[in-house]
Every structure is written in C-alpha cells, then in structure tokens.
C-alpha cells in the first residue's frame, strides 16, 4: 500500500519550492518581455514547460499524464483561438508551458486569473487612453521611461495588448492558490 500513497519528502518537498521559485521568475521575465517587446521569447516557454515537467514528475507519473493532457487540450483550443486572430501564438505557447507544471485544478485557477487579469488590463488600457501624449523621451533617460513612452504611443495607436502580463498574473496566482498540486 506505501507505493500508492504518494508521501513527499523533505527533498522533493525542496525541489517543489525551488521549481516554484523557478516558474515565477521565468513567468516575471515573460511579464517584461510580453510588456516590451510584444513578443514572448521561446526558452521563456520552454524553460516553463521543462521546469514545470519536472515539478510534476517528482509528484509522480499520474501527475505527469494529466498535467500534460490538460496542457494538450488548452493547446488546442487556444490553437483554434489563434487561427482566429483572438490570441498571439506567444500567449498560447506559454498557457501550455504553465499548464504543464500544473494540476487540472491549477490550470483551472490559471485561466481564470488570466481572464481576470485581462480584463483588468483591458480596463487600464482604456482609461489610460485618455491621458495626454508623453513628451518625446530625450537620449539617457531611464528604461522604465522610455518603456511608458513606447507604451503611450501603442494606446494611441489601439495596438495589442500585452496579454503575456496578464497571462504571467494568472500564473502567479495559480502557484500560489495551493492548487498547484
């Protein structure tokens, strides 16, 4: 019976917390570049995936098997929301990355802490709007300067928003509910 029941110990236990670490900083970086770049770069993604993998490969192989089903299936139907023009193929990319260190339930907690992080991106986005136009930022003022110029410009423009933060909030906040495992 001791081979069913799945007793973590004080190893696996640290990995879990070092993998946890891991994944938040990997979905801070994808935040920033997502925030930057409009573009989520790929060892972002795959380093989420393996990192993810992993964590739930020390809970076991079952674990394994429904993390990467989960994964699977909101790849598909994110695929069919991006052959829509509804989702960039960085942001799919990363929900399955996360998906895939995450449970069922983790995940669930993932779309809806990106659904609701979305809408409250949308919302600044549109009142941001409204705010009057930046003056052109001078050579050797600070990156954080330079990135709301940039940013001020987009919304002017009605350009995309960076959905990658709010995907990286929905990610946070699934690892950090406790339905991660």
Avoid at 8 to 26: E, G, K, N, R, Y
């Amino acid at each position: 019976m001791a081979n069913i029941v799945y007793l973590p110990t004080d190893a696996s236990v640290a990995f879990q917390i070092v993998a946890m670490a891991a994944m938040l900083l990997l979905l801070l970086a994808a935040a920033c570049f997502d925030l930057a770049y409009r573009t989520i770069p790929d060892w972002v993604c795959g380093a989420l995936a393996a990192v993810g993998l992993a964590s739930r490969v020390a809970v076991g192989l079952g674990a394994v098997a429904i993390s990467a089903a989960t994964a699977a299936a909101v790849f598909a139907a994110l695929a069919f929301a991006h052959a829509r023009g509804v989702l960039g193929g960085g942001d799919i990319k990363l929900l399955s990355a996360i998906s895939l260190g995450l449970s069922a339930l983790g995940t669930y907690h993932l779309l809806m802490g990106t659904s609701l992080a979305g809408g409250f991106i949308a919302v600044l986005y549109l009142a941001l709007r409204w705010l009057p136009r930046p003056q052109a930022c001078p050579p050797g003022r600070s990156h954080l300067r330079r990135l709301w110029i940039v940013e001020r410009w987009r919304w002017g423009r009605k350009n995309c928003l960076p959905y990658g933060v709010a995907i990286a909030a929905g990610g946070v906040w699934a690892l950090l509910s406790g339905a991660r495992m």
